[in-house]
């Protein structure tokens, strides 16, 4: 098994400029999530989906768009990127919610907007 | 939204000192996690617990629903326990809307 896996794992990209965060999982997990992590921060949920079709909003939405089209994947899209989205972003999944389930986490993407 | 406080932030012990770590959170929740991660990135799920007390290996995780409260032990630490140590709860409480996270505990154990 291959777990959470993610893509690209380093990224630079200029202001204005979008892109997406690719996250894909080979357990057959219903639940998934994306957080970003900055430093004196600790990571922070931005979208989460407890299935295909099902999206919303987590604590630090702006700037970032998701869909789940699939139970596998769960693409994070930056529509204009800013140098603020600068940051660690963590894609992870579990079989249900948080409650009572171990979760997985993919091994993190660096993102640098300049 | 579930309130998560860690401490200490830092620790640098011996090795072979016995480490805790502790976590108060703001909501009642179901389920509380602990996560291990490395310097490079990658985190790790150590414990998930809902009552009492886990064990696994050198690591011991208890949790006291009714006082909001966990703690990360660590026995016999090691060089290789050198780590941030990351409590997390579900963000509302109920569990189906993500975690919320403590701002970690980064430990170092010295040879």
């Avoid at chain 1, 295909?52 to 899209?77: H, K, W």
């Avoid at chain 2, 799920?45 to 690591?59: E, V």
Wanted: hydrophobic share 30%; net charge neutral; charged share 15%.
């Amino acid at each position: 098994n291959a777990g959470v896996t993610q893509t690209p794992k380093f990224q630079v990209l200029k202001t204005g400029q979008s892109m997406t965060l690719q996250c894909a999982q080979d357990m057959n997990h219903e639940y998934m999530s994306w957080y970003r992590q900055d430093p004196g921060m600790g990571l922070r949920l931005i979208h989460y989906s407890v299935g295909a079709g099902i999206t919303d909003q987590g604590e630090v939405p702006n700037g970032y768009n998701v869909s789940r089209s699939t139970t596998e994947d769960f693409p994070l899209r930056l529509l204009s990127a800013a140098p603020s989205q600068t940051s660690v972003y963590f894609c992870a999944s579990s079989y249900m919610g948080s409650s009572g389930n171990t979760i997985y986490f993919g091994e993190g993407s660096w993102l640098t907007v300049v | 939204k579930n309130e998560v406080e860690q401490s200490p932030q830092n620790l640098t012990a011996q090795e072979g000192e016995f480490i805790t770590i502790n976590c108060s959170y703001s909501v009642g929740i179901s389920a509380l996690h602990w996560l291990q991660q490395h310097p490079g990135g990658g985190i790790v799920s150590l414990f998930m617990l809902s009552s009492g007390k886990k064990k696994h290996g050198r690591l011991i995780a208890t949790i006291n629903i009714q006082e909001k409260h966990s703690s990360l032990h660590i026995t016999a630490s090691h060089p290789r326990d050198s780590a941030v140590y990351i409590c997390a709860v579900p963000y509302s409480g109920g569990g189906a809307d993500g975690l919320t996270f403590g701002k970690g505990t980064h430990l170092i154990i010295q040879p």
